[in-house]
């Protein structure tokens, strides 16, 4: 039983203002959010369905719960195997919290489908928007100009929704800040990409030189165009222990797109050209004032590598570029001491604890007692919702999080290491202050 300590704190953190320092929503036609047909295909959005993966859901089944043509009677059955299998997952936990706050339902069984059925007839982008300034949340911070998820093949090729938002074919949406998503900038495989770059920085590439720039020109574009930060999630795809090649190692791969316009690279003899591109993005951040984001700790998705994405494999480049500030993502889970270490001891390196509350509450209430012990706590990010193009779970994920904040520092006045005051604060801190002030965001100090 949660003490009232815990209540009275959870009361007072509820209402707070919130900066929500990740997402991946997308400003489409002006509107943000994804709008669902069908119940299950409602309910199975992003992690619940990785979740069903786990439990040996087949990736077809998955497609057959998404799918809006397919009755909800045809996918009953199915849907209820698997959440009877993972109902009890922190990623499940958030889809019951939406359930509750989005269509008032407390158990989840065939006859409350038709409920959340009523209500998705009458959804709207507009009513998406509703639910976010409806939690209190001020700014949203999004990481979405790359080509959508059912576009990965253009990875290598090109980027639309970047040349979109650089062209100003997007209209802006004050709430949203937008970041730089920059893996596919120092992930070069093809000569496309190349002449891709060419044509959006309106700059004749034929050196890796004039590629920098290029680079430089684009980053420059973006920042005048509101981007608050550089976003990099290359862990999905390569360990992050970015080395510092020489230029000549990097030009001699670069130069291969420029005697041959058909020659490709391949994952690990590119790797020279993508650190030094990786490092001279950082130095691009500093010279532009731009925090830079790092995806570390839990890859989503199944299988991967779970050494690879540990925050200690970038400390030499945290020690390299001191005056770049760098925000951690994730709680490096499963790695708490390695990302305590970095964060006491790096004055450039910040912790965020986005998407980590749905991960594993039980690390996250731990990292953000052991942070306030340890690390200053103006370094400290509390929340990311990181669910895609789902407001609703978001302030789901919302809900959860303040619940577990409440928990820890109900745990810190009990064992008297702070006030009830300062406890207030400090969920403020996070949840507001640090990340208005980390991303430059304007909004008021409170
Ligand atoms: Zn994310």
Redesign the pocket.
């Known amino acids: 039983m949660k003490n009232h300590i815990y209540q009275r704190l959870l009361d007072q953190i509820n209402p707070l203002p919130v900066v929500d320092t990740?997402e991946?929503m997308r400003i489409l036609d002006g509107q943000i959010g994804t709008i669902y047909q069908e119940p299950i295909q409602a309910l199975v959005v992003g992690y619940l369905s990785v979740d069903f993966l786990s439990a040996g859901a087949m990736p077809g089944e998955i497609e057959l719960m998404q799918d809006p043509t397919v009755s909800t009677d045809a996918k009953w059955p199915l849907f209820q195997r698997f959440w009877r299998s993972c109902q009890h997952t922190a990623y499940a936990r958030v889809t019951k919290i939406v359930l509750r706050q989005q269509y008032g339902i407390q158990q989840l069984d065939r006859a409350s489908l038709d409920r959340v059925a009523e209500k998705l007839s009458v959804q709207s982008p507009q009513k998406k928007l509703e639910v976010l300034k409806q939690a209190n949340i001020k700014a949203v911070i999004s990481?979405w100009l790359f080509p959508h998820p059912t576009q990965r093949q253009l990875r290598y090729y090109s980027n639309p929704v970047l040349k979109q938002f650089l062209t100003g074919s997007i209209p802006a949406l004050p709430l949203v800040r937008n970041t730089f998503n920059l893996p596919y900038f120092h992930e070069i495989r093809t000569r496309e990409f190349i002449d891709f770059m060419s044509s959006l920085a309106q700059n004749n590439i034929t050196s890796l030189q004039d590629y920098e720039e290029s680079l430089f020109i684009i980053l420059q574009h973006a920042r005048d165009r509101g981007v608050v930060a550089i976003k990099d999630q290359s862990a999905y795809r390569r360990p992050i222990d970015f080395s510092f090649p020489t230029r000549a190692e990097a030009e001699s791969l670069f130069n291969r797109f420029l005697s041959d316009a058909r020659a490709q690279l391949a994952w690990p003899e590119a790797r020279p050209l993508d650190d030094f591109l990786f490092q001279q993005s950082m130095r691009f951040a500093r010279e532009l004032n731009l925090p830079v984001q790092i995806h570390t700790g839990l890859v989503t998705g199944l299988r991967n590598q779970v050494d690879k994405a540990n925050a200690s494999l970038l400390a030499p480049t945290l020690e390299a570029h001191r005056q770049v500030n760098f925000d951690l993502f994730h709680g490096n889970w499963p790695y708490m001491g390695d990302l305590l270490f970095l964060a006491k001891s790096y004055p450039n390196v910040s912790i965020n604890l986005c998407?980590l509350y749905m991960i594993d509450p039980i690390y996250a209430r731990e990292l953000l007692k052991r942070a306030v012990m340890t690390v200053p706590h103006g370094k400290i990010f509390g929340f990311g919702g990181?669910y895609w193009d789902a407001p609703e779970f978001s302030v789901a994920h919302l809900e959860l999080a303040k619940q577990i904040m409440a928990d820890a520092l109900g745990d810190l006045l009990e064992e008297k290491w702070i006030e009830e005051e300062q406890a207030l604060a400090l969920a403020m801190d996070w949840l507001y202050n640090n990340p208005n002030r980390f991303y430059n965001l304007g909004l008021p100090e409170k």
């Open positions: 990740h991946h990481d998407w990181d």
